[in-house]
């Protein structure tokens, strides 16, 4: 079993930046696919970003050049740079990984290991 805790999660205005981070209990590099999604009051679970063991990347097109998905060089954490911050992002952020890198893309949400989540309110 392979525990994900969320951090990072805030109130910013619009416009605003925060980095999420997520951190794993094995190391990251032992993980095939890694991911950050969320999910808005009253609506489903989108993919935000997803990145491969070999750290090519794919994201959702809601937050194409204004989020940046990342491994960290020597910690086992995975970030979420979200900069424009708009307040459509307000979500609850999850991370999730697999072992299997195959596929590995934010439309695809059958990870199998979530994190509890960590919320992120932007006010307009």
């Known amino acids: 079993q392979v525990q994900l805790v969320e951090s990072g999660g805030g109130s910013v205005q619009a416009g605003g930046s925060l980095r999420l981070s997520c951190g794993t209990s094995i190391g990251i590099s032992a993980l095939g696919c890694m991911g950050w999604f969320r999910q808005a009051p009253g609506k489903e679970r989108e993919g935000v970003a997803t990145?491969?063991?070999?750290?090519?990347?794919s994201y959702a097109d809601s937050v194409k050049g204004r989020f940046t998905i990342s491994k960290g060089q020597a910690a086992n954490t995975l970030y979420l740079e979200m900069k424009d911050l708009d307040p459509e992002d307000s979500a609850m952020y999850f991370c999730a990984a697999a072992f299997t890198d195959r596929p590995c893309d934010p439309n695809y949400q059958r990870m199998t290991f979530w994190g509890k989540g960590t919320l992120v309110t932007i006010a307009s």
């Open positions: 990145i491969r063991s070999d750290r090519s990347t």
